[in-house]
């Protein structure tokens, strides 16, 4: 048997803790079963991404895109954007 040192921050592994204690494992478990999969696999099994946006940040992302595309300005500062938004 071989050990492996992780440096992760406090907050990190409390979360992951979390997380891997809900199922019922520790830490160490998951650790083993993902070398394993790294083996079995060939490959890194990891999904790397962002986050999708919601369906009304998507909304907001086209109806903004459109209002540039249509010559439209943006707004100098929040407190127009708010203004705006409040006339609406």
Known sequence: ???VTVRVDQE???AAMKVVEDFGFDLSSVTRAFYRQIVREQRIPLHLSYPEPNEGSTRSIRDADARLA???GGYRTARELLDA???A
């Open 1 to 3: 048997m071989s050990s």
């Open 12 to 14: 990190t592994k409390e």
């Open 70 to 72: 249509e010559g439209g």
């Open 85 to 87: 938004a409040l006339q």
